[in-house]
């Protein structure tokens, strides 16, 4: 896929890297979005004004932000005819990554096989506007025999394709796993979550120099495990935090990928799309002083 142009793409921040060498400065485009865009609270929160319809919020969502997470596609199977009306009304510089339905992740169905050839055929009318698909795997899903196979076979069926894989127990983050990710060229996402026991810890590990992923979760540990999404991710961060996640993790990702994509899943209270904003700002103020 080509990167659009800049001027047009809002929430895009172009991080430049001066050469290790002789030669011309490397650049590495960096997007900013959040998990899902079609949230009612965010009219009562103010990021889409008074009486704002869900079918005219993505147009509004592209004023800020030039990607989108696709939510719904893990709900419910990705369907061509739905997403090629998203894809006709979605404003031109728009991209999308789209969720693997949850029959194939958390509540993994018996002809999950067939499933993935439905998911595949559903998100077609993406075309070159997908930048990733995101297999979020569930927080139980240990590193055995048995799911290290079923992982494999996901992978398999999804090859062509860009994916990139997200874990939640601790017992993936080891080099093996990264170096098979590597081999299939598939990224790594890149977490913030609460810092709880068995949770999958965050890293600045790029698996594919094509892009990196990261998504933010909000680090709301009372409310993790509660069970409530309000409560999970009612979550605002701090420009500190944001700024030591530049420095300690965006920064040496952006400069071994061609490309970055960042997401912010504390949609709570339209915190998601305050909170991208603030680091798009950030990174471009990095952005300046790199390109002095």
């Known amino acids: 896929m080509v990167d659009r142009d800049r001027s047009n793409c809002p929430g895009r921040v172009d991080l430049v890297f001066d050469p290790v060498s002789a030669g011309t400065a490397s650049v590495c485009p960096v997007y900013i979005g959040t998990c899902g865009y079609s949230y009612t ?16 919020m993505l147009g509004l969502y592209g ?9 719904y596609t893990w709900y419910q199977m990705a ?20 969720k693997l339905t949850r ?4 509540e993994r169905a018996d002809n999950w096989r067939e499933q993935l ?7 077609a009318p993406l075309g070159d506007r997908l930048v990733a698909v ?13 799911n290290r196979n079923y992982l494999a076979a996901l992978l398999d069926g999804l090859e062509g394709l860009p994916v990139a894989v997200e874990f939640r127990h601790v017992s993936w983050a080891i080099d ?5 990710l590597a081999r299939r060229k598939v990224t790594l996402v890149a977490v913030d979550e609460p810092s709880l026991p068995g949770l999958f810890p965050a890293l600045d590990v790029v698996t594919n120099p094509a892009l990196f992923y990261v998504r933010f979760h909000g680090r709301n540990t009372n409310g993790w495990r509660s069970g409530n999404m309000q409560k999970k991710f009612n979550y605002d961060y701090s420009d500190e935090e944001l700024q030591l996640w530049r420095e300690k993790y965006i920064l040496p990702m952006a400069a071994r990928a061609g490309r970055g994509f960042v997401f912010f899943n504390n949609h709570v209270g339209a915190q998601a799309p305050r909170n ?10 990095q952005s300046k002083r790199a390109g002095k």
């Open 41 to 56: 609270e965010w009219v009562d929160s103010g990021f889409y004004p008074e009486g704002t319809r869900t079918t005219g």
């Open 63 to 71: 004023r800020c932000f030039s990607v989108v997470e696709l939510n």
């Open 79 to 98: 369907r061509a005819e739905l997403l090629s009306r998203m894809v006709e009304k979605a404003p031109p510089h728009m991209l999308f990554a789209a």
């Open 103 to 106: 029959t194939m992740t958390h």
């Open 117 to 123: 050839q439905l998911y595949r055929q559903g998100i």
């Open 134 to 146: 995101q297999i979020q795997l569930p927080p139980g899903f240990e590193r055995s025999i048995a």
């Open 176 to 180: 093996s796993v990264f170096a098979e």
């Open 276 to 285: 991208g904003a603030r680091l798009a700002a950030i990174l471009a103020q």
